[in-house]
């Protein structure tokens, strides 16, 4: 293709993704920083000091604690801290949870002591994270952002075509000022390829992102059924220890870490006979990996591990990336940086194409008055 083709290309992409590229830099500004932001404004429940070699209570008089606290409701799961000596309850007052109807319950996890009780709601980084993620209208929301990333690719791939054999006339950083025109337009070219790496990790990543519901719920209903066919029908059964379930995936599987137990149920994608634990690596790379681990509830020796396929361990890698998420603070004030830089070089699109716009119809415009014809000249 010519290069005139691609700069058509590299125009409409661009304008067509403007929009909506503008809103997920903006709203993904405070998400890469989300976790300094929540310990900033929202109260941590932490567990009082204690001795370091205060011993845990058993998680089955943490699961009775909860359960004598809300009489007749449902444990839908329990989430131990990896940080704090804590341990988080969710109940519900229906086995298949409601949107708002269950709560969470921090208990201290050395006296069993309630420390916190919270029903989820919607804060201020909730609804940007939701916003970012969907713009609230769920998963056509999540596919038709997943499609501007695509065209954001585009863009950027046909502005790297279009920049290159233009800029090799020029040394690299040039910015002329001819003209205000040809100097933003030198600036965008500049900022655009010296970003152009970050650029395309995370619209890739943000695209892989949007298929993360598609692809996990494609998993579950392949995977589970199969699995758990012959257990479909039956009541939901009674756990004799959900400490002995624990410490026997932890003995089987001791480079992992539990993160969540979730208890037997008969809702869509669960087991009545069996707890899902989740489980996550224990090393900075294997951290962002999690995998379920489905225990027997009457025998918790009898334990299966299902293989998690190549394209959900892509997408376990590619969200954190995504944010920044890998390298702690240094990393997000980079992410933050290119970030800002997007934006700009997004507005500076919009003002380069507003400008040639508009010379355009003032040249159409002095094109379609007629000369006035002198009489008394002499041709």
Request: with cysteine; net charge positive; hydrophobic share 45%.
């Amino acid at each position: 293709m010519t290069i005139k083709i691609w700069s058509r290309i590299h125009t409409w992409t661009s304008l067509v993704s403007m929009l909506f590229l503008l809103m997920l830099c903006v709203t993904g500004l405070p998400l890469i920083f989300h976790h300094e932001i929540d310990e900033l404004f929202e109260e941590e429940i932490s567990a009082p000091p204690m001795a370091a070699n205060t011993p845990r209570a058993s998680l089955d008089r943490v699961v009775e604690a909860a359960q004598k606290l809300y009489p007749g409701q449902f444990i839908l799961f329990m989430q131990p801290s990896q940080t704090e000596p804590v341990v988080s309850v969710a109940t519900s007052p229906t086995a298949v949870p409601l949107p708002g109807m269950f709560r969470r319950t921090t208990f201290d996890a050395r006296t069993v002591e309630v420390l916190g009780d919270e029903v989820p709601h919607l804060d201020v980084m909730n609804i940007i994270l939701r916003i970012h993620r969907d713009m609230f209208v769920g998963l056509p929301g999540e596919l038709f952002l997943g499609v501007i990333g695509l065209v954001f690719v585009v863009s950027i791939v046909s502005g790297i075509v279009v920049y290159w054999p233009f800029m090799r006339r020029l040394d690299f950083g040039s910015i002329r000022y001819t003209s205000s025109r040809v100097k933003w337009l030198d600036g965008h070219n500049l900022l655009g390829i010296v970003t152009v790496t970050w650029a395309l990790v995370v619209g890739l990543t943000g695209t892989i992102n949007t298929l993360a519901s598609p692809l996990s719920d494609l998993w579950r209903a392949q995977y589970l059924p199969t699995l758990l066919a012959s257990y479909v029908g039956k009541p939901v059964a009674r756990i004799p220890s959900i400490q002995a379930v624990v410490d026997n995936v932890q003995e089987k599987f001791p480079d992992r870490i539990i993160t969540q137990v979730i208890m037997p149920t008969s809702g869509r994608f669960g087991s009545p006979q069996h707890l899902i634990v989740g489980t996550k690596g224990s090393t900075p790379f294997t951290a962002r990996m999690r995998e379920p681990i489905l225990v027997d509830a009457n025998d918790a020796s009898n334990m299966i591990a299902p293989q998690v396929p190549w394209y959900l361990k892509v997408l376990q890698v590619s969200r954190p990336l995504h944010f920044g998420d890998y390298g702690e603070l240094p990393l997000k004030i980079i992410w933050a940086l290119f970030d800002i830089i997007t934006i700009i070089i997004l507005l500076s699109g919009l003002y380069l194409w507003a400008i040639k716009k508009r010379s355009f119809g003032i040249d159409r415009a002095s094109r379609s008055i007629p000369r006035m014809v002198d009489p008394k000249r002499e041709y």
